[in-house]
C-alpha cells in the first residue's frame, strides 16, 4: 500500500505541475499562435519575393533570386503605379491628420451645437461599407461634372482618412491634463505658445500614429480608388489588374518594401514615446 501511495503522489504532483503551468502560459500560448496565424500570410508574401519563378504565376517556389529586388521596376507599368499611390497616400494622409487633429481639439475641448451631430459624422465613414463610401462618391462627382483621375482619389482618400485621424488623436486628447496648459499660460504663455511648447509635444505622439495609419490604409486602399480613379492606377489597381493573368513577383517586393517601412515607422514611434515616458518619470 505504501509503495503504490508514493507512486500515485509523485502522479499527482506531476499532474497538478502541468495543469499550474498551463494556467500560467495558455494565454502566452494563444497569443504566439494568433500572431503566427496573422503573420503567417505576410511571411509567404516575403519569402515568394525572392521565388524565381518559370511562368507568369508567382505560386510556386522555384528558386531563390536577387534578380526581383533588382529590378523591382522591371514590370512595365508598376514604377508610375507605385509612386502614384505614394504621393497620394503621402498627401492624403498630411492633410487628412491635419484636419483630423483641428477636428479632435474642436470636440474635445470646445461646446458647440451640432457638436453630437459631428461627432455621429465622424464615425460614419468608419461604419459604412466601402463600396458604398465609393458609389457614394462616384455619384457625387458624376453630377458635379468632375472629371475623374489624381485629385478625385486625392478627394476620396481624405474623406476617409479624417476619420481615423480624429478617432486616434482624440484619444490622447481626452486624457490629457489640461492643468500644464493652465501652469503655461499663468507663466505668460499665450494661446499659441502655449499649444506650441507644451499641447503639440504632447499630442505629438498620436498625431505621428495618425498620419502613419492613414498613410497605411490610402496606400492599401482598392475599392474607393477603383470607383474614383478614371484613368490612374495606384498599386492595388495594379496588382488587381496583373492578377488576372499572373503576379510578378516584383508585386511581393514592393508589398513587403511596404510593410517594413511602415513596422518600422510605428517601431520608432513607440521607441519614441517609451523615451519620452522615462525622461518624465525619471
Known amino acids: 500500500m505504501s509503495a503504490v501511495a508514493a507512486t500515485t503522489q509523485p502522479r499527482g504532483e506531476i499532474l497538478s505541475s502541468i495543469l499550474a503551468f498551463v494556467r500560467h502560459h495558455v494565454l502566452t500560448l494563444y497569443s504566439l499562435l494568433f500572431f503566427a496565424y496573422l503573420l503567417l500570410p505576410i511571411a509567404i508574401v516575403v519569402a515568394f519575393s525572392f521565388n524565381h519563378p518559370t511562368g507568369n504565376f508567382n505560386y510556386?517556389?522555384?528558386?531563390?533570386t536577387?534578380?526581383?529586388?533588382?529590378?523591382?521596376?522591371?514590370?512595365?507599368?508598376?514604377r508610375s503605379a507605385v509612386f502614384l499611390s505614394l504621393?497620394?497616400?503621402l498627401l492624403a494622409s498630411l492633410v487628412a491628420t491635419a484636419l483630423g487633429t483641428m477636428i479632435a481639439l474642436a470636440l474635445v475641448r470646445y461646446g458647440f451645437r451640432g457638436r453630437a451631430a459631428t461627432n455621429i459624422m465622424i464615425f460614419l465613414p468608419l461604419s459604412t461599407p466601402e463600396i458604398v463610401l465609393g458609389a457614394s462618391l462616384l455619384t457625387?462627382?458624376?453630377?458635379?461634372?468632375?472629371?475623374f483621375g489624381f485629385w478625385t482619389i486625392l478627394i476620396a482618400h481624405i474623406m476617409f482618412c479624417i476619420s481615423f485621424a480624429v478617432v486616434t488623436v482624440k484619444a490622447r486628447l481626452v486624457g490629457f491634463d489640461r492643468h500644464l496648459e493652465e501652469a503655461a499660460m499663468d507663466l505668460g504663455a499665450n494661446e499659441w505658445v502655449t499649444f506650441r511648447k507644451v499641447t503639440l509635444p504632447l499630442i505629438a505622439p498620436a498625431i505621428l500614429a495618425a498620419l502613419l495609419?492613414?498613410?497605411a490604409i490610402s496606400i492599401?486602399?482598392?475599392?474607393?480608388?477603383?470607383f474614383n480613379a478614371g484613368s490612374e492606377t495606384t498599386f492595388p489597381l495594379f496588382v488587381w489588374g496583373a492578377a488576372r493573368v499572373g503576379a510578378p513577383p516584383q508585386v511581393n517586393v514592393i508589398g513587403t518594401a511596404i510593410f517594413v517601412i511602415a513596422v518600422s515607422g510605428m517601431l520608432v514611434n513607440v521607441l519614441i514615446q517609451m523615451r519620452r515616458t522615462r525622461a518624465a518619470t525619471s
Open 60 to 64: 510556386v517556389w522555384q528558386g531563390f
Open 66 to 78: 536577387w534578380d526581383n529586388w533588382r529590378y523591382w521596376d522591371g514590370v512595365p507599368g508598376i
Open 220 to 226: 492599401d486602399d482598392f475599392v474607393v480608388t477603383y
Open 87 to 89: 504621393e497620394i497616400a
Open 213 to 215: 495609419l492613414c498613410f
Open 140 to 147: 457625387l462627382f458624376l453630377n458635379l461634372n468632375v472629371v
